[in-house]
């Protein structure tokens, strides 16, 4: 019930297209949806994050949609850009002690 | 934006060596110190959370008197890997997090730990 699972492991896109990462978790206790973009041999850093009274939250290109029912939340990366090429990752924030559960991560290439 | 210092960035020691990491809030006081673990290509994994002035609580299957944490100040917390082997090698990453304002995690920028 902790997990959350992320897909895919692994994508590759034009430049100027989209990419799209999806995530899902099975707690509803879950309250807080960060995403995290890390480049090799550096510590994560927070994209966007959105809450669940909310479905959808986009700042610049980068977007996440948030389905509630389905336990459902994922990223739009609109008119990617070589330089958006890093390792994704999602988490969950739901605990007192305000841990993150991350998924497993998706790498991102973005081809020119 | 919150600022996470980590050092070193980079340490290489022989086997049985104690190495210490350093994790300081540069910005904002971290009422709340969480450190990981990551495998290449692999997702975070949490090793432990420290809050101020208490001990730290450790995920199961971590070795507490293995990796000893230190959050003694608001802006500062220490792992320390204790007589280090080749397997401990690993790229290590702490974050903080200030409670009291309802802000999200900031991470360092991780410390890879080589083992020799």
């Known amino acids: 019930q902790q997990q959350v699972k992320q897909s895919p492991q692994s994508l590759i896109v034009q430049k100027g297209g989209i990419s799209i990462i999806n995530c899902a978790y099975e707690n509803t206790a879950f309250d807080y949806f960060p995403w995290y973009q890390q480049f090799p041999g550096k510590g994560p850093a927070l994209l966007i994050a959105?809450?669940?009274?909310?479905s959808e939250k986009k700042e610049g290109r980068f977007t996440i949609s948030f389905n509630k029912s389905a336990k459902q939340f994922s990223l739009h990366i609109m008119d990617s850009q070589p330089g958006d090429s890093a390792t994704y990752f999602c988490a969950a924030d739901g605990g007192s002690q305000g841990n993150l559960i991350f998924g497993k991560g998706t790498k991102l290439s973005v081809k020119p | 934006g919150a600022v996470v210092s980590q050092h070193p960035s980079w340490v290489i020691c022989k086997s049985g060596t104690s190495v210490k990491i350093e994790c300081r809030s540069l910005d904002f006081q971290a009422t709340t110190m969480f450190w990981y673990r990551q495998f290449p290509k692999q997702s975070l994994m949490l090793m432990a959370t420290s809050n101020e002035g208490s001990k730290a609580t450790y995920e199961q299957g971590v070795e507490k008197d293995k990796f000893l944490i230190n959050h003694a100040s608001l802006t500062l917390s220490t792992l320390t890997v204790t007589s280090a082997h080749p397997e401990d090698s690993s790229f290590y990453i702490c974050?903080?997090?200030?409670?009291?304002?309802?802000?999200?995690?900031?991470f360092g920028d991780g410390t890879r730990l080589s083992i020799l």
């Open positions: 959105i809450r669940p009274d909310v």
């Open positions: 974050s903080a997090l200030d409670r009291s304002r309802n802000q999200p995690q900031h």
